[in-house]
């Protein structure tokens, strides 16, 4: 199967050409089934993001990473609405300055209510 990223270039080249200034928030699923609780789950995560990041940092249209979508509405124990979700999205913020450096993109989180729909870490 191939993976969503891997389209993801093509589609910033397609839309977004650098001289119409158009700028884009690429996002990076996170299963909602995942225990955050797990060590080893965790840095997967963690280690996927960082590729991701890693394949696409030096796209001029991108304007910021965006992890998750509504991961505060999952039924899952130890996701969602949780420390352990919000300690791995810090994780993750951390990893994507660390693969980036200092020309890094901003990083966020979707949640689902309008309020507080977007958290930068």
């Not at 696409?56 to 996701?79: H, R, V």
Request: hydrophobic fraction near 40%.
């Amino acid at each position: 199967m191939q993976m969503l990223s891997e389209h993801i270039p093509a589609l910033i080249n397609i839309f977004c050409k650098r001289q119409n200034n158009i700028r884009v928030i690429v996002g990076f699923w996170v299963n909602l089934d995942l225990d955050r609780s797990l060590p080893d789950v965790r840095q997967k995560v963690i280690d996927d993001f960082s590729n991701f990041v890693f394949d696409l940092k030096n796209y001029p249209a991108i304007l910021m990473w965006n992890i998750g979508n509504e991961q505060n509405y999952s039924s899952t124990p130890n996701n969602g609405n949780s420390q352990y979700w919000y300690s791995l999205v810090q994780e993750m913020a951390v990893a994507a300055y660390t693969v980036e450096g200092e020309k890094f993109h901003p990083v966020c989180a979707r949640r689902r209510r309008v309020c507080e729909q977007w958290w930068l870490f």
